[in-house]
């Protein structure tokens, strides 16, 4: 029966039709509904793994038993997963083995713009690049029969808007795949000796796989009435052709999008007056054209940066835009803020009022950079900021009594743990604070190594942070609750004057976790308020002023009390106290 499906839904739904046994991803927007979908199905084991390398040499394990396995991240954790990534597309495959990853053009919720295509390329491992959610369920049972086919990996290249739009697909029943596991030194040992041997096997692979390519049904010619131009596209970017161009135009859709095939492109260029290359992000498609010796047009009508859109191809195109309409009105900009209650607020409020240099890291505690707050110096990826600070520190920066690091607790899990081993071994003086908000945040309240749950939200070990960071070497590590400004003061005037490395945990639960009770909302006595605009300094956006003085909105209040401890006038009081 036909039924609409999220891109993501449809990727976790070709897995189970595939006979996927083994899942292991970590949490990434927008990669993230892929594994939560995936574990629906009671056939197929799926877990979150503390990082992204993790999860790919699980799933390559699952494969070497002779199971179907797949493991899911963004663009930016297949960096995490690069070192494993580059030896298992020398070794091969048992059992199938799929790798999804989802690009996030425009950057919705990531520090970079990266486009994941030149990795199938640099690990010459196989790529498929469906358009809609009907392609990211054929496209991922077609990869199990080519990873098993051609003794592969194989991607699985999402972007935002395949990934988080719907579109119609026809479930099927699922099949069981399964092998037995034979000892196989020479093709699994990636010694030198063995892996010299396995390259001339990559290489050849590839040959078939260019071979594969020019005949595929997933590479098709859709024919178009005027040949005066022809466009060769993929994913979504081909979705805004179709739409702007409909079937006046002959277009080349690629479905594999490495290796790219070659006689089809040509015979293709052939055919039309002028070949133009629709692609978001980087020249992939065009370079390779170029290397065949076609005259294209590409990136000079193109961007680099940023999405694609119906009306921007239209215009790059030189056809009428699509119909539409707009407010006429300016939106007036909203910046991202942290929620009302976020317990990592009093942190760094208290982190700006000390002016500490704070090497912050990714997740939604990031926020903590954006007026009025401002208390963030940097962010660059998973794990930089405890590693940063230790650079920053020993290079002297800065005085190393007023630098942190700033890091949650899914992500120091993920590779924070490491940059602190560094500090303890080389002996910094920096202080590193965990904001522990007990679940991953950003990606949607996921569970972690630190929060006692798996994926399915059965009871598990729980990591204790306080132990392990004893357990490597720091000797000094104390918790403090974010919403209690003195202590929080206390803590980092304490922690950064110390001569050693210090830990400080900031623990306090996500505000928005739905086991969370909160108090009663604060209420604000105009009798008392003198528009000082104290409240003001901690961006919650419970806290307006109207007519000069706070005003409160009750139903984003969560009365943690943290705007009530700055003002002195007592004119912000629990409900109770009023």
């Known amino acids: 029966m036909k039924t609409l499906m999220l891109g993501n839904e449809a990727v976790a739904r070709g897995l189970f039709e595939a006979g996927c046994s083994f899942i292991s991803s970590y949490p990434g927007t927008p990669s993230t509904e892929i594994t939560e979908c995936a574990a629906l199905y009671k056939e197929m084991y799926a877990e979150w793994a503390p990082n992204e390398k993790v999860a790919m040499e699980a799933a390559f394990g699952a494969s070497l038993a002779g199971k179907r396995s797949f493991c899911a991240m963004k663009h930016v954790g297949l960096n995490v997963a690069a070192d494993p990534l580059f030896t298992i597309g020398y070794t091969g495959v048992n059992g199938g083995m799929v790798i999804g990853v989802a690009d996030d053009a425009g950057m919705h919720s990531s520090q970079n713009e990266q486009d994941s295509r030149h990795y199938a390329r640099a690990s010459k491992i196989p790529m498929l690049e469906p358009s809609d959610s009907a392609e990211a369920l054929a496209f991922t049972k ?63 692979r590839t040959r078939k796989l260019i071979a594969w390519a020019e005949t595929c049904e997933i590479n098709r010619v859709e024919a178009g009435a005027d040949r005066s131009m022809g466009i060769i596209t ?29 006689k089809k492109i040509i015979d293709f260029a052939k055919s039309v007056d002028t070949l133009v290359i629709v692609e978001e992000l980087d020249s992939f498609i065009e370079n390779h054209c170029r290397q065949l010796g076609l005259d294209c047009i590409g990136k000079e009508k193109f961007s680099c940066i940023g999405e694609f859109s119906q009306n921007l191809v239209a215009e790059k195109l030189g056809v009428d835009t699509v119909a539409g309409t707009k407010l006429d009105a300016a939106i007036p900009p909203r910046p991202p803020v942290m929620c009302a209650g976020c317990p990592h607020r009093g942190l760094f409020y208290t982190l700006a009022k000390n002016k500490v240099t704070a090497l912050g890291d990714i997740g939604c505690y990031t926020l903590g950079a954006v007026p009025p707050l401002a208390a963030l110096d940097t962010t660059i990826c998973m794990g930089a900021s405890i590693s940063g600070l230790h650079g920053f520190t020993k290079a002297g920066g800065a005085d190393e009594k007023k630098a942190v690091a700033v890091i949650g607790d899914s992500t120091f899990m993920h590779s924070g743990m490491t940059g602190l081993v560094n500090m303890a071994y080389n002996e910094s003086n920096g202080t590193v604070i965990i904001v522990d908000n007990s679940i991953t945040g950003m990606t949607g309240h996921q569970q972690n190594p630190t929060t006692g749950f798996n994926l399915k939200g059965d009871p598990c070990t729980k990591i204790d942070l306080e132990s392990f960071c004893r357990a490597i070497g720091i000797r000094r590590v104390r918790v403090v609750d974010p919403y209690d400004l003195k202590q929080c003061d206390e803590a980092i005037k304490e922690e950064t004057a110390a001569d050693e490395p210090s830990v400080i945990i900031s623990r306090r639960p996500c505000a928005l976790l739905k086991y969370v009770k909160h108090k009663k909302p604060i209420i604000a006595d105009p009798n008392k308020c003198v528009g000082c605009k104290a409240c003001m300094k901690i961006g919650c956006p419970a806290i307006s002023i109207s007519g000069g003085k706070a005003t409160i909105d009750n139903t984003l209040c969560t009365g943690c009390g943290v705007c009530a401890q700055l003002c002195k006038l007592d004119a912000l009081q629990a409900a109770k106290e009023v």
């Open 142 to 204: 077609l990869a199990y029969d080519l990873s098993e086919e051609f003794d592969t990996p194989v991607f699985i290249k999402m972007c935002t808007r395949v990934a988080h739009s719907q579109s119609i697909v026809e479930p099927s029943s699922r099949i069981e795949v399964s092998k037995t596991y034979e000892k196989t030194p020479q093709k699994y040992i990636m010694m030198p000796g063995n892996a010299k041997l396995r390259h001339p096997i990559v290489e050849a």
């Open 234 to 262: 993929s994913s979504t970017s081909y979705q805004y052709v179709k739409e702007v161009c409909g079937d006046k135009y002959p277009v080349l859709k690629l479905g594999m999008i490495w290796p790219l095939p070659e």
